[in-house]
């Protein structure tokens, strides 16, 4: 694979602030010497870079550079690997790096690196004057005018981003919220729906068991054969026979003067017992 051709095509324009130094030894100028200074890089083509520096009041400074220059300046520093690297670090350095200006009454210098311990570039810059200081403000104001329509347009666009993506979640949202609530419903009528117990039959059950009452009264009515059954006279058989209820059995069941019969309980009474004697 050929390696990509060197030049700045896709150099696109770097802006920012350098920190104003002096030489050892010199005193400022003026109070301008404390002004701001800012600085530009950007290609006029894809073989030509320029920088340009200016407090916008009496400092100007600039320096256009051609591919050859960079590549000496590459290997003055020692960065090594390929040009596309090399251009990389420097864009970073200007732009997210420390950036400093030393300047005297006929020069400056451009210092950038992009963090401690990393090579430092420098690029010597020469003192504009006269009418090359009016078109070097007028082009630095116009490509930065020019780069702030551009990231308007960028950050326009981010926006109608943002809002298509705020709408489809807010569809999303909806959607969710009513499969919610399908499900909410459907579990709400599942909580609702018991079991319903199933229908044994109960004939065989209930034919067996005797209610308490009639098992007492059919105990009561029918004496166990260990029992011994008292003398009735005459009054208290009439007497009993008035009061007597007939006791409440079941189907099963036989009546209980057949079975006091079969167990042998004599109702006679005491008269008629001496006369059989």
């Known amino acids: 694979m050929a390696p990509a051709p060197k030049g700045f095509a896709n150099f696109d324009?770097?802006?920012?602030?350098?920190?104003?130094?002096?030489?050892?030894?010199?005193?400022?100028?003026?109070?301008?010497?404390?002004?701001?200074?800012?600085?530009?890089?950007?290609?006029?083509?894809?073989?030509?870079?320029?920088?340009?520096?200016?407090?916008?009041?009496?400092?100007?400074?600039?320096?256009?550079?051609?591919?050859?220059?960079?590549?000496d300046l590459r290997d003055d520093i020692g960065i090594g690997g390929s040009w596309s690297d090399f251009v990389d670090y420097l864009k970073s350095a200007l732009s997210t790096g420390e950036v400093k200006?030393?300047?005297?009454?006929?020069?400056?210098?451009?210092?950038?690196?992009?963090?401690?311990?990393?090579?430092?570039?420098?690029?010597?810059?020469?003192?504009?004057?006269?009418?090359?200081?009016?078109?070097?403000?007028?082009?630095?104001?116009?490509?930065?005018?020019?780069?702030?329509?551009?990231?308007?347009?960028?950050?326009?666009?981010?926006?109608?981003?943002?809002?298509?993506?705020?709408?489809?979640?807010?569809?999303?949202?909806?959607?969710?919220?009513?499969?919610?609530?399908?499900?909410?419903?459907?579990?709400?009528?599942?909580k609702r729906k018991v079991s319903k117990p199933k229908i044994h039959d109960t004939s065989a059950s209930t034919s067996v068991q005797l209610p308490t009452d009639t098992v007492n009264n059919s105990d009561q009515a029918i004496p166990s054969q260990a029992q011994t059954v008292e003398p009735i006279t005459g009054e208290k058989q009439l007497e009993a026979m008035k009061n007597s209820q007939p006791p409440k059995v079941t189907k099963r069941l036989a009546p209980v003067s057949r079975r006091a019969r079969v167990r042998g309980v004599s109702l006679k009474s005491t008269a008629e017992v001496d006369e059989d004697n």
């Open 101 to 190: 200006i030393v300047s005297s009454d006929s020069d400056a210098k451009l210092l950038a690196f992009k963090s401690k311990g990393l090579p430092r570039i420098t690029f010597p810059l020469e003192k504009l004057e006269g009418p090359a200081v009016s078109d070097a403000n007028a082009t630095f104001s116009v490509s930065l005018f020019q780069a702030y329509k551009n990231k308007q347009k960028d950050c326009l666009k981010e926006q109608e981003r943002s809002s298509q993506f705020m709408g489809l979640l807010s569809s999303e949202r909806e959607k969710n919220e009513i499969l919610q609530k399908q499900i909410d419903s459907l579990s709400f009528l599942s």
């Open 13 to 71: 324009p770097i802006f920012g602030e350098a920190k104003s130094e002096l030489h050892d030894h010199e005193e400022p100028a003026s109070s301008s010497s404390f002004r701001p200074i800012l600085f530009q890089a950007y290609a006029i083509d894809s073989s030509h870079l320029r920088i340009l520096a200016s407090d916008f009041f009496s400092l100007s400074w600039g320096r256009l550079l051609t591919v050859s220059d960079l590549e």
